[in-house]
């Protein structure tokens, strides 16, 4: 294998928290290294997603960046669980703060990538007509950026104004006046809702799926809290390295099926007023693999929503049947519920009644006609390997990755995927990724594979590329462990089954973030365990 010089040692695809932080890890262990990013700034998902009630679901002061003790003690978030302006506006800082912008290339996308199998290096082809080589790529692409745009007929004729919660305009939009649709009820259709409901003349909420949606209780930080934060950062962060999903706090190890009905009872309504995914990791230790724990939770939850919603019917329309809760990614809002009091909101249930076509300013279901003015889509996203499988990838023999992909993702710890040398993903299919914490999750691929870089460079290495076999073992583990639980029992998009055609398989590895970070640290130190290194030539 020749080595030849290359325009680049590593390729970033995306530079949102992931891409960012391996611009700069990559950067400070001496290679060169460029991000093509498709927004004209920084941010990634919190660079599209500007919808109303946009909000991380994880709160602040776990939600961020540890890399940097200066970055971390200077910056002060302003709510419990940030708001979509106040993320991107954190990231514009990193970005400025540590002069990340000259190495990122805006209004750039990859569209393809080629293993050049003589050389040992990629040929990138970007949408600005750039063909670049590098040693590495990088993906940073994220697992919610290829947006989905639903089937519906008559879509691309609606006459009023169409928005997608995934790529909203950033002046913002103003409903006040018009009659508007909001079609999905996932994670950003419940948030959207009760925004867009305090401005609308009326907003019709289609409804397919009902979710389980848990309130986070938002708020301002107090003073003490900030001061108790970050006096204290060095054991948060070390709590989510050590932890089950990259999260500071204490989880519940009570089963459910332990204590008693009324013990239960006491320890849901505690879980409930710390809210969030707390509800879920300070309840019971078992809510995820014992259909009676979940379902105990289910009813508490279900009741919570008869209390609140004052007609029975929408409370019941509301109330989730098909899945168990968790099990499909819940969304977080405080105000979700209530908005169905409103006398300018009304809920359509399209699962009995469908869609049927959409003309001029009609939506038309199986029942009825609706006159609208604007259409929200909050119809999600081809979920994991979507950003990726967009991107058209061929290493060895010209193997495509959507070939390779075609009957499910196919990784070694997530990380990297046979016959793709030199081919990186964070928070790639099969790694912890959203079911962790995401920049934990993040900093801790990127450092992996930035001492993986640095092993390659002072041995050097040409190439690594993972087994097939060390890769098979590890899909193998990853659906056993998905299998363990009560997640395949609902259709999610962790489980691709949001998107027609998809193959069905749990895109995120359950076994726990820290036993991952454990293991992907045990295959380093064992020189790369599970992967075939080449010499350069
Ligand atoms: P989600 O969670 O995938 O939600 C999408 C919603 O859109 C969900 O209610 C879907 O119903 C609905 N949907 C999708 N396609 C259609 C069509 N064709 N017709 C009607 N309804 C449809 O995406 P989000 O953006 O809300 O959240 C993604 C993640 O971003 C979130 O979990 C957070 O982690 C951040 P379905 O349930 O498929 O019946």
């Avoid at 099990?327 to 105000?335: A, E, G, I, S, V």
Wanted: glycine share 8%; aromatic share 12%.
């Amino acid at each position: 294998m020749a080595t030849t010089p290359n325009d680049y040692d590593v390729i970033v695809i995306g530079a949102g928290f992931a891409g960012m932080y391996a611009v700069y890890k990559f950067r400070a262990l001496g290679f060169r290294v460029l991000a093509y990013e498709k927004g004209d700034d920084v941010g990634g998902v919190w660079y599209w997603n500007r919808y109303p009630g946009a909000r991380c679901d994880c709160e602040s002061y776990y939600y961020s960046y540890s890399f940097s003790k200066e970055l971390q003690d200077e910056w002060d978030w302003s709510l419990h669980y940030s708001e979509q302006p106040e993320i991107l506006s954190y990231l514009s800082h990193v970005a400025d703060r540590f002069a990340l912008r000259p190495h990122i290339q805006f209004g750039t996308a990859v569209q393809s990538a080629t293993f050049d199998e003589a050389a040992g290096n990629w040929k990138v082809r970007t949408s600005c007509g750039d063909t670049v080589t590098t040693r590495f790529i990088v993906s940073a692409a994220g697992c919610l950026s290829e947006v989905q745009k639903p089937d519906i007929p008559g879509l691309d004729s609606f006459s009023g104004d169409v928005f997608y919660t995934a790529a909203w305009p950033k002046g913002g939009v103003d409903f006040m006046g018009k009659r508007v649709g909001v079609i999905g009820t996932g994670a950003s259709g419940v948030q959207a809702i009760p925004r867009i409901a305090k401005q609308a003349q009326h907003l019709t909420v289609f409804q397919r799926t009902a979710n389980w949606v848990i309130p986070v209780w938002n708020a301002p930080m107090k003073t003490e809290f900030v001061e108790w934060v970050k006096s204290h950062y060095d054991q948060i962060r070390q709590n989510c390295l050590n932890s089950g999903g990259g999260v500071p706090f204490e989880v519940s190890h009570t089963r459910a099926r332990d204590v008693t009905p009324e013990e239960r009872q006491k320890i849901l309504e505690k879980a409930w007023t710390v809210g969030g995914t707390r509800f879920f990791a300070q309840s019971f230790s078992d809510l995820l693999s014992d259909q009676e724990a979940n379902d105990a939770a289910a009813q508490f939850v279900a009741s919570y929503i008869r209390s609140i919603v004052k007609d029975p019917e929408t409370a019941k329309l509301l109330t989730p049947i098909d899945h168990p809760i968790g099990t499909k990614r819940p969304p977080m809002d405080d105000d979700y519920y209530a908005t169905f009091n409103r006398p300018n909101v009304s809920l359509v249930d399209i699962r009995r009644a469908p869609i049927t076509s959409i003309e001029g300013r009609t939506l038309r279901t199986a029942e009825r006609s609706y006159e609208l003015d604007a259409l929200v889509l909050a119809t999600g996203f081809d979920a994991i390997t979507g950003p990726l499988m967009a991107i058209d990838i061929r290493g060895k023999g010209d193997m495509r990755l959507k070939d390779k992909w075609s009957a499910g993702a196919k990784s070694y710890l997530g990380l990297c995927t046979a016959g793709f040398p030199n081919l990186f993903m964070v928070t790639g299919p099969l790694s912890p990724s959203v079911l962790a914490n995401m920049p934990t999750a993040i900093e801790q691929h990127v450092d992996w594979i930035g001492d993986c870089l640095t092993y390659l460079r002072a041995h050097n290495l040409q190439t690594i590329e993972a087994s097939e076999d060390a890769e098979a073992k590890w899909v193998v583990h990853t659906a056993d462990v998905a299998q363990g639980t009560l997640y395949p029992k609902a259709n999610s998009w962790y489980l691709g089954s949001n998107i027609p055609g998809k193959p069905r398989q749990f895109g995120v590895y359950l076994g726990g973030f820290s036993n991952y970070r454990e293991r992907c640290n045990d295959v380093a130190s064992r020189g790369y365990e599970g992967f075939r290194l080449e010499l350069a030539a």
